[in-house]
């Protein structure tokens, strides 16, 4: 299986937000890591930008009530989406 994280976690991309990029064996692996995670980003009342191709799911997340820019919400919801990975992937 060549499942890995395929960035360095979380850099602050050319946008001014929180960005991680995530590779998964197949698109069944990436849609369920995304269903748990809608499921952690529901529970924070916190919500990402994300986009999902084929194995490849790149999440943005920044706050939009404090004028786009970075707060401890998007730190905290970004330690806990890769916990979950983590938790998920332990090898990874």
Same mark, same amino acid.
């Given at each position: 299986m060549y @499942?890995?994280?395929? =960035? &360095?976690p979380w850099i602050i991309n050319p946008e001014g937000k929180l960005f991680r990029e995530y590779r998964?064996?197949?698109?069944?692996?990436? =849609?369920?890591?995304?269903? &748990?995670? *809608?499921f952690l980003m529901e529970k924070m009342n916190h919500h990402a930008e994300w986009s999902n191709v084929y194995n490849r799911l790149e999440?943005?997340?920044?706050?939009?009530d404090a *004028?786009?820019?970075?707060?401890?919400?998007?730190? &905290? @919801?970004?330690?806990?989406i890769? &916990?979950?990975f983590?938790? @998920?992937?332990p090898a990874s």
């Open positions: @499942l890995r994280s395929f =960035m &360095q998964f064996p197949n698109f069944s692996a990436c =849609m369920a890591f995304m269903v &748990q995670a *809608g999440i943005q997340l920044c706050t939009h *004028g786009n820019s970075i707060t401890d919400k998007d730190h &905290q @919801l970004a330690a806990a890769e &916990q979950l983590h938790s @998920l992937y």
